[in-house]
């Protein structure tokens, strides 16, 4: 898959979010208020702060997602709806 641009490899069967913190990424967005690293928390599907944009739908939980080849990953998008990097 792609992510951020880049290739990620994968093992079948892993999800998104394992196969980032597989390739050592723990965190890859930051909170609305105080910017603080988010990745894998409950890794159940719960807690959403693995939250991801994935060919072009916002706010996939990674760690409910299985990783296919074809997958196009976007990280670190700021929550406001648009993608200026801000909060407003
Ligand atoms: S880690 Fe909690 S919803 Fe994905």
Redesign the pocket.
Known sequence: MTVDGEPLDFTEGQTV?AALVAAGRVAWRTTRVGRRPR?????????????VTVDGVRGQ????LPARADMTVTTREDDDGDDDGDDG
């Open positions: 979010a990745g894998v928390f409950c890794g159940i599907g719960v807690c959403f702060d693995c939250l939980r990674a760690c409910l």
